[in-house]
């Protein structure tokens, strides 16, 4: 039960980084350079990490209470 509690969490912050992300390269790229670009790479990169890091803090706070 833990791990599918895991994975939901890891589902759900790797897609909402992701989409913010993207967002804000695509906008940052708009206003400052004048081009529609995303920066693929970073975004990925980022919902990566934080989507294994979130829920495995989560995870140790519930077990410490």
Do not use: Q
Request: glycine share 4%.
């Amino acid at each position: 039960m833990n791990i599918k509690r895991y994975l939901v969490g890891f589902v759900t912050v790797f897609a909402v980084t992701l989409i913010v992300c993207v967002i804000v390269t695509l906008l940052l790229n708009l206003i400052v350079h004048g081009t529609s670009t995303i920066d693929w790479e970073t975004s990925f990169r980022f919902a990566i990490i934080f989507g294994i890091i979130f829920p495995w803090i989560e995870t140790r706070i519930s077990k410490a209470k």
